[in-house]
């Protein structure tokens, strides 16, 4: 289910083509989400015991978005960093008279967060549209070139040596194994 949400994400036609039935996996997606958001609502609705249509408006919306975005979409971890950062930063300078020796009004540097979520969008967008932390699946792909980039210099010839591999001594694949595949 997972990777035919992963190929619908990436490109749908081609999803389609290579037969995963499309339909069934996005009508998937909105019931578990569905499902999800009502029971975060029952228990968001049990913990403060009162709801009312105000305490839902766009400017929530739009913070749940930026933590999506300043995190980075398809990683957990990431999209917790985001939320942590625009919950903890505002209400870190209220109160505050001074940080770190200088003196500053926090209450003003608090009432200024739109303008600040605003600009780290826009920063963070021109410099890594990724978002904090990227998706699981390239951070995977990013330890696998590094990987394979330490085993090519560590198989490099080092000089001297006779052999294929120049007196540099082999490194193991996997646990145990020269090559990576069973004993």
């Known amino acids: 289910m997972g990777r035919a949400w992963v190929a619908i994400r990436e490109d749908e036609d081609a999803a389609e083509i290579m037969g995963v039935p ?10 578990i989400g569905a499902g999800i958001g009502g029971l975060s609502g029952a228990l968001y ?6 709801v009312s249509p105000e305490g839902f408006n766009v400017v929530n919306s739009m913070f749940f978005l930026c933590a999506v975005v300043l995190g980075g979409q398809g ?8 939320a942590f950062i625009i919950v903890y930063l505002p209400n870190f300078f209220l109160g505050r008279t001074d940080l770190f020796g200088i003196s500053i009004d926090g209450d003003t540097i608090a009432s200024y967060k739109y303008l600040f979520f605003g600009l780290a969008l826009i920063i963070l967008m021109i410099f890594r549209p990724q978002g904090l932390l990227p998706a699981r699946q390239k951070l995977l792909a990013y330890s696998r ?3 394979q980039a330490a085993r090519r210099v560590a198989l490099a010839p080092v000089g001297g040596g ?5 007196g540099a001594k082999p490194v193991p694949d996997g646990p145990g194994t020269i ?4 004993r």
């Open 45 to 50: 609705a049990g913990q403060v015991q009162f």
């Open 145 to 147: 070139q590094l990987y």
């Open 22 to 31: 499309t339909f069934k996996f996005k009508l998937w997606a909105f019931v």
């Open 75 to 82: 990683n957990k971890l990431g999209v917790i960093l985001g």
């Open 179 to 182: 090559d990576g595949g069973e």
């Open 162 to 166: 006779d052999g294929p591999t120049g």
